[in-house]
Each structure stands twice: as structure tokens, then as C-alpha cells.
């Protein structure tokens, strides 16, 4: 985060994308939320599938 930049609580937004190595077949995805929020419901999701939090690398 930049010295200058302005962080401020509220809802927060993801954006990613990829590609094969020929950058084709494209694809996005977005989330917006509460960062807390959206970690809550994601711990239920797994909680009831009986699964675990996967490691990002």
C-alpha cells in the first residue's frame, strides 16, 4: 500500500483473471463484500460440506 494511499472500512472488491499460454480462453471473476462477512460465509459452506479451508499458494 502506497505511503499516500486512503484506506477506508467498507465493502471491498476482487478482480482476476486467466488465460492458457496463448492468452486465449479468457476468464474473470469478481467478488465484492465484506472481506469478514464474506469469510464467515464461506466457513459455513465448507463447515456443511464437511470440507476444509483450501491453502493458497
Given at each position: 500500500m502506497p505511503e499516500d494511499g486512503?484506506?477506508?472500512?467498507g465493502p471491498a472488491t476482487l478482480l482476476a483473471h486467466g488465460?492458457?499460454?496463448r492468452?486465449?480462453?479468457m476468464y474473470n471473476a469478481l467478488?465484492?463484500?465484506?472481506p469478514r462477512r464474506t469469510q464467515r460465509s464461506t466457513d459455513r459452506y465448507l463447515g456443511r460440506r464437511g470440507l476444509r479451508r483450501?491453502?493458497?499458494q
Open positions: 486512503l484506506v477506508e472500512r488465460h492458457d499460454e492468452l486465449d480462453h467478488v465484492r463484500g465484506d483450501p491453502k493458497v
